[in-house]
C-alpha cells in the first residue's frame, strides 16, 4: 500500500475495524448455532420438555425437525470446509 492510497484509505479504518468485528461475531454466532453437541442437547430438553408434558406431540415434532435440519446444515458447511 502506497502512501497517498494509505493516508486516503485512514479515514475508512474505523469502518473497516466494525466490519471485522461483525464478522467475527458472526462467524462465531453460527458456529455455535450449528454446533451439534449445542443441539444434541436442544434435541434432549426437547424430549424431556415432551416427557413431562410441557410442549404437545406436536410441538415437539416440529422442534426436531429445525433441529436435525440445523444438524444436516452445520454437517454440510463442515465438509464445505466453512
Known amino acids: 500500500m502506497g502512501l497517498i492510497s494509505g493516508l486516503f484509505g485512514l479515514p475508512l ?5 466494525v466490519v471485522w ?3 467475527r461475531l458472526q ?3 453460527e ?4 454446533d ?4 444434541r442437547r436442544e434435541l434432549q430438553a426437547v424430549a ?3 416427557d413431562e408434558g410441557s410442549i404437545s ?4 415434532a ?3 425437525r429445525e433441529l436435525v435440519a440445523r444438524l444436516l446444515e452445520g454437517n454440510a458447511r463442515r465438509r464445505e470446509g466453512g
Open 13 to 17: 479504518a474505523p469502518a473497516r475495524g
Open 21 to 23: 468485528v461483525a464478522e
Open 27 to 29: 462467524e462465531e454466532a
Open 31 to 34: 458456529r455455535q448455532y450449528y
Open 36 to 39: 451439534p453437541g449445542t443441539i
Open 48 to 50: 424431556a420438555a415432551r
Open 57 to 60: 406431540e406436536e410441538e415437539a
Open 62 to 64: 416440529d422442534l426436531e
